[in-house]
Every structure is written in C-alpha cells, then in structure tokens.
C-alpha cells in the first residue's frame, strides 16, 4: 500500500525529524556537525524556509521550520541526500544514511510552536548528554536566547510570538526552557 502524501502548503510550519539509517549515527564528529548546519543554512535559504530551531543529536537531528513554499519535501530530499552523499565520501562509506523518510508534524498552534521549540532544545538534556540546554553547542538555544549568531541564520518569528520586545522574549524563551530543565530532573 502506497504511503499517503505529506501535507504541505504554503505558510506551514512543521516539526522535521530524520534518523540515521538502524539509528546509526549520523554525525560522527564536530566536522560533520558543521557541514550539516552549512548545508542546513544554505538550504534554508534556497527553500525560502524560516528556521526557528534545531537540534543536531548523534543519530538523529530535529527542526522546526516554516515554508512559505510548499516545498518542505523537496528541501528536505535536497537537505538529506547532499549530507548524505557527503558523509559518504568523508568517511569513505557506501549506502543510505537515513531511514525511511523524514517525519515531520504540522504546527497548528502557539502552544504547540513553544511546546515542540522548548522540546527541541531540551532533546540533550533529556537524553543525559549535558544538564542544560545551554551546554550543548548543537543546537540553536544559545543563538536564540543570546542573539548572538551561530550556525544557520534563525527567524526571529519563534521569540517574536513570545513576546513582541525581542530582548524580553530571549529572556521569557530561557524562562521557558528551563522550566522545561527542571522538569526532565525532577
């Protein structure tokens, strides 16, 4: 039985989630994490997107994107196989990379933009890498709270929902998050 066609639309907003192939990673050291957010970023921009979060984790990455096109397969197909072709030929490998094909889950309101944003970042923490989203270097936490960049360029759409002051939303964003901290110790 076929698959059933992903829902895109213009304006959406989605939460995108690739694995390695047997959850094998698919960064295997800074290198390749820096490759991907290039690519990442170069692909943000070819597709238009608006990236508002994401999280690079050994054998999987998170991202919450919003496409003004209806065009979140094809960059996600031009985002996955160009890393994986790469990676490939770094480490000298042959074969698919990724599992199956991307997830990717609708937005449909704030509580679930802030809900699946704080969820992203917290992804190491919850995991027991690190003890705050702050510690971990892979994710787009410390360049939204602190609006220094670092990585792919980040919309500021995410922290202007929070609050319509951009100083006052990094701050209600932390806030947020660490609530989140507390709660994945406690």
């Known amino acids: 039985m076929p698959r059933p066609p992903r829902v895109q ?10 694995r390695g192939v047997r959850k094998l990673p698919l960064f295997t050291d800074d ?3 820096e490759f991907f957010l290039e690519l990442l970023d ?22 919450l994107i919003s ?20 990676f490939n030929w770094r480490h000298d490998y042959e074969g698919h990379l990724v599992e199956r094909r991307f997830r990717s889950k609708l937005i449909e ?5 802030f809900e699946t944003a704080r969820y992203i970042v917290l992804n190491p ?8 989203a702050a510690d971990w270097p892979w994710s787009s ?27 006052e939303a990094r701050a209600a964003f932390a806030r947020y998050v660490r609530q989140g901290e507390l709660a994945a110790v406690g």
């Open 125 to 132: 923490v919850r995991a027991g890498i690190c003890a705050t």
């Open 9 to 18: 639309f213009e304006g959406a907003t989605y939460h995108i989630v690739t």
């Open 42 to 63: 170069l692909t943000v921009a070819r597709y238009e997107w608006e990236l508002h979060a994401y999280c690079l984790m050994t054998n999987h990455f998170h991202l």
């Open 109 to 113: 309101t704030d509580e679930q933009l």
């Open 141 to 167: 936490y410390r360049a939204t709270v602190t609006g220094i960049p670092s990585g792919p360029q980040l919309s500021p759409w995410l922290l202007l929902v929070f609050e319509r002051n951009l100083e």
């Open 67 to 86: 496409t003004p096109g209806a065009n979140v397969s094809a960059g996600m197909q031009y985002l996955n196989s160009c890393y994986a072709q790469w």
């Open 31 to 33: 290198r390749d994490r």
